[in-house]
């Protein structure tokens, strides 16, 4: 019986997919959920696994463009197996076969069950309006694990935030999709087999012979030995981790794995350094040096962009390209704010157990501006305009694995140094990668300081859905005039990008100004006018 594999749905505006790399080939005898495949589509790369055992037979060539549930390969399962059929010179012969000797075979772990089994399907489960994908980041388990209920398997990293998928059920787990593989939301994952399984750990050869299938008593024979558990995974690169080595060049044998069992992930190719080719000796002094230089000359190297940066890249020229994007600036005298930090920051930091910094009063300032001008606090939706009662405030901060947007919400609510403790929360949850969807969606304005990495100016970009952001940007002393006098203040240039079509510019403008007043003269805060 030969499985037709066909191009599985994997998101709602991909309608064909490109044949990359075939990792088998025409006749070879592949095994369940084995990577046949890579197939790349405009917006990811992600691999195919076998659907059953058996002899494959590729339709597809590599760089062929298929439509969705097209065909790609077949399976004939079954094709592999076949009787062992031995002469026996004995009368016997005719009323039952004789026992063969087979070589050693590789045996793999399996679970043994006493009862009845279900198998359920691991899904990647909706987790954002906007994401439509994921990537597998790391296996906490194998294939072959017993995992117990509501246990974490794996870490998946989205465009957002990486977040933990718990077992749905205890029993046996089989991974479906290795590390690095991409998968639509609703794609299956894993399966776990429920029942009464019992785990049996099997070495990879059984030295001892294996009495072939229709052997009657199987007297005589020897039983198979069975080893103690070994980590099978070690050394071994998962298939994103093997595609990174084979560009750079570095055999598995020199990566030391941090993945489950000793397994090379994803991350330890990455970090992999790219061999440099010795010189070749030579009797003069200058040959080695000469080529020790053609190898440092115009050195290159290529890293997979992570699904968080491909995410990104793609939503900024999205926004670029939808909305009438227009910037509009302002200068803001910092010293009142800075005399008051200055003042009362030691007594802010002992009451409060955070310091005072100045993201507190943009935020507050920002949240006063937007009551007056709703139009920079709202949002399209088809034809009609959304207006937010509320500021949820979004805070651009630079994570390890690009830019995240935590949101503080309900920010008009909140005091100084409530939104400071916010502020220290989140940054700190963003710099270790514990940021849940739920603390970056849902904002209704942002703001972004490329000040603290020496930005004098800039044109930020709107994080959609919203229509407006704010950039900060250094404090720098400059001479300015102030009552006829000349005068050296600290000026900070503050830019509001806004979208044209719902804001106009004298709202822009005015609400660009009424932030300058309320940093310029921070009592207006305290006293709400």
């Known amino acids: 019986m030969a499985i037709d594999m066909k191009v599985p749905a994997v998101g709602e505006s991909i309608t064909e997919v490109t044949v990359a790399t075939w990792n088998k080939k025409?006749?070879?005898?592949?095994?369940?959920?084995?990577v046949l495949c890579e197939l790349e589509s405009d917006k990811a790369t992600f691999e195919l696994p076998a659907e059953a055992e058996g002899i494959l037979h590729i339709v597809a060539k590599e760089g062929d463009v298929l439509p969705i549930g097209a065909v790609i390969c077949s399976i004939e399962v079954g094709g592999v197996q076949a009787e062992v059929k031995v002469a026996d010179s004995s009368p016997a012969a005719s009323a039952a076969p004789a026992p063969v000797a087979v070589p050693p075979v590789a045996v793999s772990a399996a679970p043994v069950s006493t009862g009845a089994t279900q198998v359920i399907e691991v899904k990647v489960p909706a987790v954002g309006e906007s994401i439509t994908e994921v990537t597998v980041s790391v296996w906490n388990k194998k294939t072959g694990d017993v995992v117990k209920l509501?246990?974490?398997?794996?870490?998946?990293?989205?465009?957002?935030?990486?977040?933990?998928?718990?077992?749905?059920?205890?029993?046996?787990?089989?991974?479906?999709?290795?590390?690095?593989?991409?998968?639509?939301i609703g794609g299956v994952l894993a399966k776990i087999t429920v029942g009464a399984t019992v785990p049996v750990a099997v070495s990879d050869a059984v030295s001892a012979p294996?009495?072939?299938?229709?052997?009657?008593s199987g007297s005589g024979a020897a039983p198979a030995s069975v080893s103690g558990e070994s980590s099978y995974a070690a050394g071994h690169p998962s298939p994103a981790a093997a595609k990174i080595l084979d560009e750079k060049g570095v055999s598995a044998a020199e990566v030391a794995g941090t993945g489950v069992g000793g397994r090379i992930t994803k991350e330890d190719a990455l970090?992999?350094?790219?061999?440099?080719?010795?010189p070749a000796a030579s009797s003069t002094a200058s040959a080695p040096v000469a080529a020790a230089s053609a190898v440092v000359q115009g050195a290159t190297r290529r890293e997979k962009m992570s699904?968080?940066?491909?995410?990104?890249?793609?939503?900024?020229?999205?926004?670029?390209?939808?909305?009438?994007?227009?910037?509009?600036?302002?200068?803001?005298?910092?010293?009142?704010?800075?005399?008051?930090r200055a003042k009362y920051k030691d007594k802010f930091k002992e009451k409060h157990g955070v310091g005072l910094g100045f993201m507190s009063f943009f935020t507050k300032a920002v949240c006063v501006a937007l009551k007056e001008f709703p139009s920079v606090n709202a949002k399209i939706d088809g034809e009609e305009i959304v207006y937010h009662d509320y500021c949820d405030i979004s805070i651009a901060?630079?994570?390890?694995?690009?830019?995240?947007?935590?949101?503080?919400?309900s920010a008009e609510y909140l005091s100084l140094a409530g939104i400071e403790s916010e502020v220290v929360r989140l940054a700190g949850k963003a710099r270790e990668n514990k940021l849940s969807l739920e603390e970056m969606s849902g904002g209704t304005f942002t703001i972004t300081n490329g000040g603290v990495f020496g930005s004098m100016l800039s044109t930020p970009i709107i994080n959609a859905?919203?229509?407006?952001i704010l950039g900060m940007h250094n404090i720098v002393e400059r001479a300015?005039?102030?009552d006829g006098q000349v005068v050296v203040r600290p000026i900070m240039y503050l830019a509001l990008s806004y979208d044209h079509r719902i804001i106009d510019g004298r709202e822009s403008v005015s609400f660009l100004v009424r932030v300058k007043q309320l940093l310029e003269d921070p009592a207006r805060l305290l006293l709400d006018i």
Do not use: W, Y
């Open 307 to 340: 699904s968080l940066r491909k995410t990104v890249a793609r939503r900024l020229v999205a926004v670029k390209n939808e909305t009438a994007m227009l910037t509009t600036f302002n200068e803001v005298d910092m010293k009142p704010v800075m005399d008051l």
């Open 26 to 34: 025409e006749g070879d005898h592949v095994k369940l959920d084995e």
């Open 465 to 468: 859905p919203q229509v407006a």
């Open 397 to 409: 901060v630079s994570a390890p694995k690009g830019l995240v947007v935590p949101v503080i919400r």
């Open 480 to 482: 300015v005039v102030v």
């Open 271 to 278: 970090a992999a350094a790219k061999p440099v080719a010795a």
């Open 150 to 184: 509501d246990e974490v398997i794996c870490e998946l990293e989205s465009d957002k935030a990486t977040f933990e998928l718990p077992a749905e059920a205890a029993g046996v787990l089989e991974i479906v999709a290795e590390s690095g593989a991409v998968v639509a």
């Open 210 to 216: 294996v009495v072939a299938e229709g052997s009657g």
